[in-house]
Every structure is written in structure tokens, then in C-alpha cells.
Antibody, heavy 123, light 108 residues
Framework: QVHLQESGPGLVRPSETLSLTCTVS??????????WGWVRQPPGEGLEWLGY???????NSNPSLQSRLTVSIDTSKNLFSLRLISVTAADTAIYYC???????????????WGQGALVTVSS | DIVLTQSPGTLSLSPGERATLSCRAS???????LAWYQQRPGQAPRLLIY???NRATGIPDRFSGSGSGTDFTLTISRLEPEDFALYYC??????????FGQGTKLEI
């Protein structure tokens, strides 16, 4: 059974870069059957999809964040990462890494989630 | 963007009762690409249903999903104490952006 674990700083200053890593165990980021991505949830609020990436099929990201967001995969370490530049207080949220199955060219739901990492943007 | 509207906002029921949660999309979802998630306090969401009606691995059969087009339903046939939680629907019919509903709180 796959396990996802987020790691990274819990506090980021405004205008700086938020970077998180998701370590995958019990599975491989090189699998052709999955995308790997991120979802966030501001405290006490709803869920927002951020983006996903595959090691060989490219990816996609939320148009509202596209210019600031990068999702990348490191196959040598079996992990994937999130990078969000020029953060503001509105980026304060719990960030979840997720696995997104790809079945018969169909994808879009998230079948495994990390426990979440709270990132606060504040000076 | 496709907007998902969940109703009711809060649903108050008792263990053993049947729960019916609604999710309405602002336009028809391609191939009924809709998922449901459960989120308990302090936990990550958990996938319940994908493709509108397919139960995820390990999900009890008291959970079922139905619907098509713009109107979708999550039904919990007999509520167990652990089912009282937040529920979100999510559409992936748009290849441009995935969106979530605002959630329904199921409370005792």
C-alpha cells in the first residue's frame, strides 16, 4: 500500500518561495499508471486542486496558480515536489500530496493522500 | 470553471439512518467524472467514490454514488458513528481544472 509523506518548512515569509516534498513509499513515481500532485486546504475552508505531474506524460496545473506553481518529480529519490513562488497570506494552507490513478486514459480522482503539511505565510 | 454546489450544508441524522448528500454541477460533467471524499476532523480526505458510482478500494458497501449529467448523489445506507464527517464532491470532467464542492457536514 502506497504511503505519501509531506515535508518542508512550516513558515514562509511573504514574497518568498514555498517548497514542499512528498516522499513516496510502497510505490514508484515511475509507474505508468499514476500521476502525482498537490491539493491544499486553507484552515477551516474547502479543498483546492493545485496541479499534477507524471514522470513521462507531462502534467497540468490550476490556471489560477500556473504562473507561480511548479510540480516536479525526482525519480532517483522516488519523490515529487511543489514549488510556489511569490507567496502571500492567501497561500496559508494545509498542503496535501496526492496520487492520481490513470486508467484507460482516464484520470482526475485522488486515491491516496499524505497526512498534510500546514504552511503559514507570515513575516 | 465548473462550479459544484453541495446540499445541504449541514445534515443532522442519527446512527442507523440513511443519508443522502447532493452535488450539482454548473454544467454537464464529461462521462460523469465525479468523485466523493470523506474528511474526518484532523485527517486528510479519503476517496469514497470515483466515476460517479465506483466504490474505491476498501470502502464499505453502505456507501454508494449515483447520478449523471449535472446532478449527483452520495448515499450512506445505514449510518455508523464513524461516518459523521465532512463530505466533498470533486469533478474532473474539465481537463483544464479540477474543482471541489464546498462540502456537506454530516453531524449527529
Amino acid at each position: 500500500q502506497v504511503h505519501l509523506q509531506e515535508s518542508g518548512p512550516g513558515l514562509v515569509r511573504p514574497s518568498e518561495t514555498l517548497s514542499l516534498t512528498c516522499t513516496v513509499s510502497g510505490g514508484s513515481v515511475r509507474s505508468d499508471g499514476f500521476y502525482w500532485g498537490w491539493v491544499r486546504q486553507p484552515p477551516g475552508e474547502g479543498l483546492e486542486w493545485l496541479g499534477y505531474m507524471s514522470y513521462n506524460r507531462g502534467g497540468n496545473s490550476n490556471p489560477s496558480l500556473q504562473s507561480r506553481l511548479t510540480v516536479s518529480i525526482d525519480t532517483s529519490k522516488n519523490l515529487f515536489s511543489l514549488r510556489l513562488i511569490s507567496v502571500t497570506a492567501a497561500d496559508t494552507a494545509i498542503y496535501y500530496c496526492v496520487r492520481q490513478p490513470l486508467i484507460a486514459e482516464t484520470s482526475g480522482w485522488f486515491d491516496s493522500w499524505g497526512q498534510g503539511a500546514l504552511v503559514t505565510v507570515s513575516s | 470553471d465548473i462550479v459544484l454546489t453541495q446540499s445541504p450544508g449541514t445534515l443532522s441524522l442519527s446512527p442507523g439512518e440513511r443519508a443522502t448528500l447532493s452535488c450539482r454541477a454548473s454544467r454537464t460533467l464529461f462521462r460523469n467524472y465525479l468523485a466523493w471524499y470523506q474528511q474526518r476532523p484532523g485527517q486528510a480526505p479519503r476517496l469514497l467514490i470515483y466515476g460517479a458510482s465506483n466504490r474505491a478500494t476498501g470502502i464499505p458497501d453502505r456507501f454508494s454514488g449515483s447520478g449523471s449529467g449535472t446532478d449527483f448523489t452520495l448515499t450512506i445506507s445505514r449510518l455508523e458513528p464513524e461516518d459523521f464527517a465532512l463530505y466533498y464532491c470533486q469533478q474532473y470532467g474539465s481537463s483544464i481544472i479540477y474543482t471541489f464542492g464546498q462540502g456537506t457536514k454530516l453531524e449527529i
